[in-house]
């Protein structure tokens, strides 16, 4: 950002039409409200954009919104809450059960029975069933965690067992998962506000008592899923799909009419989201086939702007002879491939996929939707081997030869740097992100 830029104070709505290149900051209040602030999410945006995209392009008429990297779920949380259809896809299991969980209504009185069950299941037991398959356990827990941790699961997953298999008793025993998982970095000794999971011992953390955070947390998830069961209209329909976002979308979703598209993808050299959930993984990755390091990092070659790549998978780029065929990008893409040559030119390769794999992604949503129809993307730039990177700029011109059209930009301050990237020395700090505002050609 320059540092003559004005700034536009925005203290509740964002107006309908923001001047081109302008740079808002918006006050933050109510970020956590409702089911927004279930669990921490890397990444997130603030419900204040999509919010803001669905009252200028739905304007009270009923459709459906489409996130196609939907992460915690905050744009399908605003989407229901304004009775509108929504559609999620996220390649994270954790992200999806997480957006699931947030955006499905219960039923009240079932809930209130299981969960006083639950209470007193917890208390009676001494001892948990549930393992985790991870031989360094003890580092990351003290034991009282360990065998607190495994009680509360062991009880959790004992609910189908003594309530049955209804669709609406799996509901309730997702939003405890997650329950249980929100709580569980806080009770490890693993460093709390760090995107990185990791045990400082510079910074010795005494993790607080496990069943002192459970009860309350509980409390709170119903409390809140039961102001926001109330608010949801019968009629409103969600989905959630844990897969990729710039692979055979159109098959998928042929018979769906999206309406409005609103997401935020991410950035290059993306955060590992496993590895920052990997104390959560450890007690819940059974559910997704993720419990052990070896499938983690297998999943991890998926997600758009890893870093995680074999060297096989690289070890034949370079820039010169792979081009991506906007100018001004192969050049800072050999500008990387100079500069990083004790990665082996790693992250001139791993920015050269997050284009590639951000064009093809574009190339699926323009088959998914209708000409005319709104595309709100949220990105900032960032800085690879200390090159800078315009990403928001090159985003657009990928995004102009793939069938959309950018009709505005403009951007506004990050606030909480846990909802974006903590980058430092290495990615570089994002200030700002940006909102482009696309519509199919
Ligand atoms: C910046 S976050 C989105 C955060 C979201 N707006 C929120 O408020 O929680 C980007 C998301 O993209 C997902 N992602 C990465 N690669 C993907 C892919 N190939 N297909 C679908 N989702 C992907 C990540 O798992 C992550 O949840």
Redesign the pocket.
Known sequence: MSKKQKIIYIKEIIPDRVKNNSVLNISTKGVTSLTHGFHK?????IPHIPRWAINKYLNGDKGTIL?????????LIEGVLAGHNVVG????PL?SLI?KVKITPVNLKKLKEIADWLVLSIKKAKKGEFKPECETINHWFTKDAINKLSIIRTSINQIPGKFGNRKSIKDIQDLLVVCFSSIIRHVSNADNESQKTYVSHTKVKNPKEVYSVFFPKLELFIDRITKFTKLINSDVSAKISC?????SLHQKFKVIKFDLVI?????IK?LD?IYNQMVELFWIGDLFDLQTQSKQNQKKE?????KHLRKAKFKDYTPYKNIFGINRLDEKLQEVFVTDKKNGHKHSFVTFKYFT?MEK?FIEIAKCICKGTPYIM?VGNSTVSNIYFDTVDFLIQIAEQSGFKARNKWGYEIKNRYMRFDRKGRGGIIDIDWVIDFVRK
């Open positions: 999410y890397p990444g997130k945006f996130d196609p990297f939907c992460g915690s779920g905050t744009t896809i996220d390649i994270d992200s957006s897969t990729s976002s710039n692979k997401t935020s993808p991410p950035y993306a989201y998926g997600y758009i702007g890893t794999n992604h949220v």
